[in-house]
């Protein structure tokens, strides 16, 4: 065994959470070791964020052309080549892969190829090779969940990393999980030409939305022709002759090739020494306090292992977080219902905040005010052909705390939404703000001008 490595923080996986931790605490001038088993960038580059909204982006190019002659184009969707797409999909990533690469080289962080394991409170070994830090940063990340007794294998069953693979458009697919991830699943594979239909055990879509906006995604899915089943937990898969077959309660069977599982992600975080050296876990994830420290000194954690929304910005925040907390600058704690949720299905859902429903148990009912502005109100939305809403919930004679919208491009929103929500704004201040005609965010500014009384192209 050779003699440990001794850096300021060692970084234990390198996804989003990690990476960004290992570039802020260089630029802070820590000296830095950054260990990944895999590929610099996790799953969000590799197996999430990225090509899923390139596939999705890809799914958004056939629609328009089926659809181009509503706006008088004449053109004709002759195929899908799905190697193409993947192609384009892949070169995405690589190209980001380099780039990420190229950062991590530039910026003097020690980068160690290995599965690395707990062996002290503070030191990672790798092949037998000991890195120690001052400060330790747990990052391992997430995997596909299934359920008990539902085995992925691969080609009939398969989780959200084979999907990214598959060299076909599935003719029909069931989704299991109606969450972020099914949902844009279903949506894509839809805008490719597959039959789906998604089964999902709560009551309805994107379940952890504010309620209006689940109701539009059903309606808008339905018009897409994207069937579903709600309130209907999955019971058995079987394989048949050409594919699957899912029963789900009360005894229905929905056929089709294949069965996605997209039922959430469980932390990374098995066997890896965490318990070993006390770190306080709770069904797998690592338990923090709101500075992301473990129960054990100086060991942090960031990401998907740690409870909360699982997205890569919140990883990223976190990252940079703990990398100042390292270096005594003293971040001010993140808040959770501050980071922005964005859902690229077609219809696109983004979010900030409370639901109307979370607010009203927060605040009382009698103290909280929503506003719900139709995008049929907005021009840039009619030129676009699309339908949906800026809904904004306030607490009476007080800030934002949620801003909820759907329809397309809606992500591309979510900016400013954002500013409003963590900067506590009131609806008489983002009134005055003036937005841009014609755009979506002009619906955010109508909103706005309504809930201060004033509205302009709407109803009060
Ligand atoms: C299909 C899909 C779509 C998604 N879309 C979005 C989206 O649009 N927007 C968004 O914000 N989020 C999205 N996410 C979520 C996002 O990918 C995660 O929140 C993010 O990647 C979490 O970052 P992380 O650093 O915690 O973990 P990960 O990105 O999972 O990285 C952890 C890293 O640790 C490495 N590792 C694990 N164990 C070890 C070990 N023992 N030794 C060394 N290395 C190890 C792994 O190889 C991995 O690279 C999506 C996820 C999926 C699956």
New binding site residues.
Partial sequence: MSEPSTFDVVI???????YATALRAAQLDLSVAL?????L????LH???IP??ALLHAGEVADQTRDAGHFGIKAELIGVDMAAVNSYKDGVVAKLYKGLQGLVKSAKITYVE????LVGPTTVEVDGQRYTGRNLVL????Y?RTLPGLELDGQRVIS?EHA?NLDRVPASAIVLGGG??GV?FASAWRSLGAEVTIVEALPRLVAAEDEEVSKAVERAFRKRGIGFKTGKPFEKVEHTDSGVRVTIAGGETIEADLLLVAVG?GP?TAN?GYEEQGVKMERGFVITDERLRTSVPNVYA????VPGL??????FQQGIFVAEEIAGQQPAVIDEAGIPR?T?SDPEVASMGLTEAKAKEQYGADKVQAYNYNLGGNGKSQILRTQGFVKLVRVADGPVVGVHMVGARVGELIGEAQLIYNWEAYPAEVAQLVHAHPTQNEALGEAHLALAGKPLHAHA
């Fill in positions: 234990l996986g390198g996804g989003s959470g990690g260990i990944e088993k895999d590929k960038g996790g799953t969000c197996r999430g964020c899923t909204k290995g599965a690395g394991k990052a391992t990340g997430s596909s959200s990214l972020v991830i844009e992600r990374t890896l960031v990401g998907d292992i699982q997205l890569a910005h919140r990883g964005v690229y």
